[in-house]
């Protein structure tokens, strides 16, 4: 996701607020609900999200969700909160929906149950128990932002609506997909059959709204064992080089071993490598080897900007001088001149360009991958409009030509690139604007646009209403994941008073 909060362009501006109207405030009863909701349920929703937590709902390759023992369980715990908060619950099997109130017209809200991988080694206490104490004011755990944290808000906005018996003429429906940071398929199959919601709003992204996330893409490419350099005798060269942890996480790690190094060449790298903001080098020597490890700071690879990508950082402070095209060699060689340390796809040929509204796409190593006949990197794309993914695809597939042209071959190279998304109809986008003003006191709050990609796109008229706010580093996804107690309490006052707006 971007991160500095873009002002809607005119023609987003035109759906969001007609005219540039004052923004009306929300109406007393769902202010009044707002609060009763926050006073009453401070505590409570806390203990649901550590429940949620303790549950390690990250995607098992080999069984699918509907089949995954720890995801069956955190449904069965999904289910006991719901029951004891005398909301109706049914399981779709990758799908839960939980409900409030009758009526064939209804108002959706989008979350997930399943989260990231996660490196344990990098948190204080377990991700998967909520660690209140740490970082006073912090509740830090996988899942806490996304998207447990919003399940837990939604869970007590409905509860407090419930309480208040409050007259509904609209059905409010919360959705827990199951699979939402692995495999698509199985929603995009259950909303065949299934009709959703007229009217949705996800909790997975940010404040105020977001009405148009950008594409995802991966551009991969393998260094391959044949074809590469032979490793020059009595020289230095690079022996080995890895790095990163998945997909769609700017890479804290990276680590390199330099053959027959020299103390002049250690010296020239740390020299380099401290010119590098945020950035950590250990050395070790092996005999004449050296090591070098790499820690950066790992983020949202939607939001490249938040984190320092060890893995582009680490080949920057090896250049230093050439290294011979051996398989580690030309990872960083690769690394170095098609990717440098720009997060914009700067140096691949013609690949950048920028949307006003959407901003930059952005392009991040995030994974370097040692396989049997060669190094693989992968590098996250993510896209605005402005380009078709064909003009694109083009220009990716023509910037490696020439770098194959100039250096060496290179294996499986693989292009995928999906297409941005653009809510064109968001009826719920005043009201939305209302309660985030009137409990923010940001005046004109305006729709953005994210990296990131999110469930909206499957669900009608269907837009993302935080959890976090503009501005904020986004932290899902990252090994320093939390949400702030003043966040989600903030949070089950918006969604409570959306909730009491959209469905009264
Ligand atoms: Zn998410």
Known sequence: MIRKTLLASLLLASIALPAAAAITPPSEVAVKTAKYAASTYRKDIVDTLAKLVSYNTVADKAVPSDKNPVHIAFKEALKAEAQRLGLDYADHGWTVVIGLGQGSERVGVITHGDVQPVDPGKWKKSPFVLDRTSEPGKLLARGAEDDKGPIATALYAMKAIRDKA???????????????????????????????????????????????????????????????????????????????????????????????????????????????????????????????????????????EDGVNAVSMLADALAVRP??????????????????????????????????????MTFAPTVIKQREDGIEVSINMRRPQGKTGEQLTGEVNAALAAWQARRLPLADVTVRISDPWLQKSAPQLPTLMSVFSYFTGMRNPAPVAVGGGT????????????????????????????????????????????????AK
Not at 254 to 272: C, G, Y
Not at 467 to 485: D, L, N, Q, R, W
């Open 166 to 304: 409050l007259p509904l003429s609209k059905r409010i429906e919360l959705y827990v997909y199951m699979g939402e940071e692995s495999d698509w398929g199985p929603l995009v199959e259950f909303l065949k059959t299934h009709q959703p919601p007229q009217v949705n709003i996800t909790l997975d992204a940010e404040y105020p709204a977001v009405t148009a996330e950008k594409g995802y893409g991966t551009v991969a490419v393998t260094v391959p064992k044949a074809g590469a350099a032979p490793a020059p005798e009595g020289q230095p060269y690079v022996a080995q080089f890895g790095g990163g942890f998945f997909g769609s996480q700017i890479p804290e790690d990276a680590n390199a071993l330099i053959a027959n190094a020299t103390p002049e060449i250690e010296r020239a790298i740390r020299a380099r490598g401290a010119t590098q903001q945020g950035m950590q080098y250990s050395f070790s020597w092996q005999g004449s080897n050296l090591a070098i490890k790499a820690k950066g700071v790992s983020a949202h690879s939607s939001k490249p």
């Open 323 to 360: 290294w011979a095209a051996t398989t580690a060699g030309g990872v960083v060689n690769f690394l170095n001149e098609m990717v440098g340390t720009g997060i914009y796809g700067e140096k691949f040929g013609n690949i950048a360009y920028r949307d006003s509204f959407m901003g930059p």
């Open 455 to 502: 469930n909206s796109r499957l669900f009608p008229g269907a837009v993302s209403f935080g959890p976090a706010m503009p501005g904020k580093v986004y932290t899902g996804h990252s090994e320093h994941e939390f949400i702030t107690e003043k966040q989600l309490l903030l949070n089950l006052q918006m969604y409570t008073a959306v909730l009491v707006e959209l």
